[in-house]
C-alpha cells in the first residue's frame, strides 16, 4: 500500500480509499479495484517514501464510499475498507532489504522494482511467501532495535580469543558434530530437596558459565560460516554476525543463513553434559521465539570440553519443541 500524500489522513480515519473510476470516467485501474480483495483479518503495510511505517489490519470489507478527502483529486464515487494501523516504532527500508525481497516478486503487477523502487500505485496484492517475508522483516527490525538490549564492554569482545587459545583452537577451524535431538523425557517429579554441606562459588560458577557461554556462541559462528562457504555461498558466510557479542538482549546470539538466504536467529545453549541437559531460557529469548517463528533456532552445544563438540538443532518457537518448568521468579514488595 503506497499512501505517500494520503497516509496522515487515511490513519486518521483509519481507513484506505480508491475511487471506482479515473478522472475522465474510464475504469478502474487494477491498484485501486483490488480494494475488493480486502478481507476481515488482511494485513496492510502502509508504505511511504519506500518504507514500511504501519502494518494494518482490516476490519471489514470494501464498501461503497465516497471520497472522504477535502480534495479533487478524484471522482466522489468510490470504495472504503476500515483499517487499524499499527505504526512501527522503526520502519523498514525497501532498498536496503531487495535483495531478500527480489526472489519473491511477482512478474506482473508487482509492487516493487527489481532494484527496490515501488512502482507507480496505490494497493497491490502479493502472495503468502512475499507477504510472509514482509512480516518477518518487519519483527526483525523491531527486535534489531529493542531498546532494552545492554551493549557489551571490550573485555567481553576480547575474551573470545583468550577462550579460543585455552581450548587449543586459535587458529585453527572449530568442528561440530551435528546430532539428531534426543528424544523427549517425562518432566521430573516434585521432590524435596536435599541439602548438603557443601558450598557453591556462584560468582566463580557465573564466571564460568559465561565463558563456556561464549565459547560455545563462537563455535557456533565458525560452524555456520564453514557450512554456508561448503554450500557455496561465501557471500553468506561473510554476513554471520555474532551479535551477542556486541550486545546482549537480542533474544538470539548468531545470525546467520540459510542457503538461499534467508535468516537463522541463532539462540546458543551450551553444557558440559549431554544432549538431555535441561538448559535455562529467558522470557524474552521464549518470546522472541514466537516472533520469528520458523526463523529461530535453538543450537544446543554439549560436550563442549571434548574435542569436537557436539550440537544439536530446533527450529521454531520454543514451546512447540520444550516443555517449560518455572525456575525462577522476580519477587516486588506489595502495597
Given at each position: 500500500m503506497f499512501q505517500n500524500k494520503t497516509f496522515a489522513e487515511e490513519r486518521k480515519q483509519g481507513i484506505l480509499w480508491a475511487p471506482k473510476q479515473d478522472k475522465s470516467g474510464g475504469p478502474p485501474v487494477f491498484h485501486w479495484?483490488?480494494?475488493l480483495l480486502c478481507e476481515a483479518g488482511d494485513i496492510v503495510f502502509s508504505i511511504v517514501k519506500n518504507a514500511i511505517v504501519s502494518k494494518g489490519i482490516v476490519n471489514q470489507s470494501a464498501q461503497d464510499s465516497d471520497?472522504?478527502?477535502?480534495?479533487?483529486?478524484?471522482?466522489?464515487?468510490g470504495w472504503k475498507v476500515s483499517l487499524t494501523y499499527h505504526l512501527l516504532d522503526h520502519p523498514v527500508n525497501i532498498k536496503d532489504n531487495i535483495n531478500q525481497i527480489r526472489p519473491y516478486l511477482?512478474?506482473?503487477?508487482?509492487p516493487f522494482q527489481r532494484n527496490g523502487r515501488g512502482n507507480q500505485g496505490y494497493l497491490f496484492h502479493v502472495d503468502n511467501e512475499l507477504g510472509q517475508l514482509l512480516n518477518q522483516l518487519v519483527e526483525y527490525t523491531q527486535i534489531e532495535h529493542n531498546d532494552h538490549i545492554l551493549y557489551r564492554d571490550e573485555a567481553d569482545q576480547r575474551m573470545i580469543e583468550s577462550l579460543r587459545k585455552a581450548y587449543g583452537d586459535e587458529n585453527a577451524e572449530v568442528t561440530l558434530v551435528e546430532e539428531a535431538p534426543p528424544k523427549g523425557r517425562e518432566l521430573?517429579?516434585?521432590?524435596?530437596?536435599?541439602?548438603?554441606g557443601k558450598k557453591t562459588d556462584y560468582i566463580k560458577k557465573a564466571e564460568k558459565d559465561l565463558k563456556q557461554g561464549l565459547l560455545a556462541e563462537d563455535f557456533v559462528v565458525s560452524h555456520e560460516k564453514q557450512s554456508l562457504i561448503a554450500l557455496g555461498r561465501s557471500d553468506l558466510a561473510e554476513k554471520v554476525k555474532h551479535v551477542s557479542l556486541e550486545a546482549d538482549g537480542h533474544g538470539?546470539?548468531?545470525?546467520?543463513?540459510?542457503?538461499?538466504?534467508?535468516?537463522k536467529y541463532i539462540e546458543v545453549k551450551s553444557t558440559t553434559k549431554d544432549a538431555n541437559q535441561p538448559f535455562d531460557i529467558s522470557k524474552n529469548e521464549v518470546s522472541t521465539s514466537e516472533k520469528l517463528g520458523e526463523n529461530y533456532w535453538i543450537y544446543r552445544v554439549y560436550h563442549i570440553e571434548e574435542k569436537p563438540a557436539k550440537v544439536y538443532k530446533v527450529q521454531g518457537a520454543v514451546e512447540e519443541h520444550f516443555d517449560l518448568i518455572p525456575s525462577s521468579f522476580k519477587a516486588i514488595k506489595k502495597q
Open positions: 479495484k483490488n480494494m471520497n472522504p478527502f477535502d480534495n479533487d483529486l478524484w471522482l466522489q464515487e511477482p512478474n506482473n503487477y508487482s521430573p517429579q516434585a521432590s524435596v530437596t536435599k541439602v548438603y538470539y546470539d548468531v545470525i546467520s543463513y540459510d542457503k538461499y538466504g534467508n535468516p
